[in-house]
């Protein structure tokens, strides 16, 4: 784009980027340079920014997600621009989903050390039941025969086991509020990052507004829980009880920017998750009949308990497929630290490089047929590796949520499909938007029918980008 330049690539890749880079490594390979030089940026918030490159497999993600040193994450966030010091009006963005996005090295280490109590094994079982009821009441609210965008009940659903579990039960109101301001500010990454000016009509003013709300928010909740003076079992609450070796606490900031983090990825990626995989199940019918047959054989109704769910292998391999073809969060970033090699190519300090799950999952030297959705592909062969399938990213810096995602996904899965079928209208229009998460757009309407088995309808035709991400089997 010879007037616009790097800017003018920027704004193309930001209204798909996978579409983009599906060009992009076509054309060069799986190491590439988005833009190079400044003003042009993704995500970082130095002023001066090298360029943008992108990549994907195995090799090049160990590479990347190895060296703990020599790429760094930063904050998805920054002030008006580049190197530009923090106002009143931007310095909610310092904390705002920060958290473990923003450290590195030791501080990290030590900040993830903190942390890991909040996620042991045995407490994010202790979140079953809350899962269940909460699920529950979702199940309610579903009426055979209707036509319903499950987006937001998934969103809806995720937000209040967030809240329920990262607040406790007496944040209930203030916590769905929070969620509600964080999915907007998601929504708006994108478009604020291509014009970051802070001019009434832009995206940009919109987005430190939600930002403010947020910050003021979280900081309340805090305060509040403080306050109180009671421990509880829920997550804000063993942060603030939590200290390092020398005894210390976190900050405020600090609380703040990993509520945020914990919140916004406690919810938003599980329901892109559910909604992506309640799709795929849609769409191929007999892997449903199949699933649903097990979930009969296990449960015979019932809510999966802790102990259920490693006898449910192939609702444990769908969902690995699920997020194999469609990964919620398909790219991750880091920051080159300081001068290195990679992939045999030389990255001056401060270079960009956004790795993509949904390109490495895609690999047919990996998954033969990788356009298919195939959960048994998960039963007969071995592990494909953590740099092979990254849906919660690798290395040190993988999800510390994983664990609570996936028993979240499972739990819910179970719930509804023993109780409702789901089948898409025909001629729907459905399209990828990816910000920060892939979710479908505007939204995913599906019939819901009472659970008869009745799994021969064949599948729908849909329309939209959505039909870029899968092929279905031959008739």
Do not use: N
């Given at each position: 784009m010879p007037i616009l330049g790097g800017l003018g690539r920027l704004a193309k890749f930001s209204l798909d980027p996978i579409r983009y880079l599906d060009g992009l490594f076509r054309e060069h390979g799986r190491i590439a340079v988005l833009v190079r030089g400044r003003p042009t940026r993704v995500?970082?918030?130095?002023?001066?920014?090298?360029g943008t490159v992108c990549l994907y497999g195995p090799e090049l993600n160990r590479a990347l997600f190895t060296d703990h040193e020599g790429f760094h994450k930063c904050a998805l966030s920054g002030p008006l621009y580049p190197g530009e010091p923090f106002t009143a009006r931007t310095q909610p963005l310092s904390r705002l989903l920060t958290g473990l996005f923003s450290v590195n090295g030791d501080e990290h280490r030590r900040h993830r050390r903190l942390l890991m109590p909040a996620f042991h094994k045995s407490r994010?079982?202790?979140?079953?039941?809350?899962?269940?009821?909460?699920?529950d009441s979702l199940i309610e609210k579903l009426v055979p025969g209707e036509v319903r965008d499950v987006r937001p009940d998934m969103m809806e659903l995720t937000l209040r086991v967030a809240t329920k579990t990262l607040f406790g039960a007496d944040m209930g109101t203030l916590g769905i509020d929070i969620g509600r301001d964080l999915q907007r500010w998601l929504e708006l990454f994108g478009p604020s990052t291509i014009l970051p000016l802070d001019l009434p009509g832009l995206p940009y003013r919109r987005w430190l507004d939600i930002c403010r709300s947020i910050d003021r928010r979280m900081s309340d909740v805090i305060t509040a829980k403080r306050q109180s003076g009671r421990g509880g079992k829920d997550m804000l609450s063993m942060l603030l009880e939590a200290t390092d070796e020398a005894g210390d606490p976190l900050t405020d900031d600090q609380l703040v920017g990993h509520a945020g983090v914990i919140f916004a990825a406690g919810h938003e990626t599980s329901s892109n998750g559910l909604c992506w995989t309640l799709f795929l199940l849609a769409q191929h019918p007999r892997f449903a009949a199949e699933l649903v047959?097990?979930?009969?054989?296990?449960?015979?109704?019932?809510?999966?308990?802790?102990?259920?769910?490693?006898?449910?292998?192939?609702?444990?391999?769908?969902?690995?497929?699920?997020?194999?073809l469609i990964p919620p969060v398909p790219l991750n970033h880091r920051i080159v630290a300081r001068d290195c090699s990679l992939g045999g190519y030389t990255l001056p300090a401060g270079t960009e490089v956004l790795s993509s799950a949904y390109h490495t999952h895609r690999m047919p030297e990996l998954y033969p047929e990788p356009l298919?959705?195939?959960p048994e592909r998960w039963s007969d062969r071995e592990a494909p590796g953590p740099y092979a399938y990254s849906p919660f990213g690798a290395g040190p810096r993988m999800c510390i949520g994983a664990t609570f995602a996936l028993m979240e996904m499972k739990i819910v899965l179970a719930m509804?499909?023993?109780?409702?079928?789901?089948?898409?209208?025909?001629?729907t229009r459905i399209d990828r938007f990816l910000t920060i998460t892939l979710a479908p757009k505007p939204g995913l309407p599906l019939l819901v029918r009472a659970q008869d088995r009745d799994f021969r309808a064949p599948p729908a035709t849909v329309r939209g980008s959505v039909r870029e991400l899968y092929e279905l089997p031959p008739n």
């Open positions: 995500v970082s918030t130095e002023r001066h920014v090298p994010i079982e202790s979140y079953r039941d809350d899962m269940v009821q909460l699920t047959g097990e979930l009969d054989s296990v449960l015979r109704g019932r809510a999966p308990t802790v102990d259920d769910l490693p006898s449910l292998r192939l609702l444990d391999f769908t969902i690995k497929e699920s997020m194999r298919r959705f195939q509804l499909l023993q109780r409702f079928r789901f089948e898409l209208v025909p001629g």
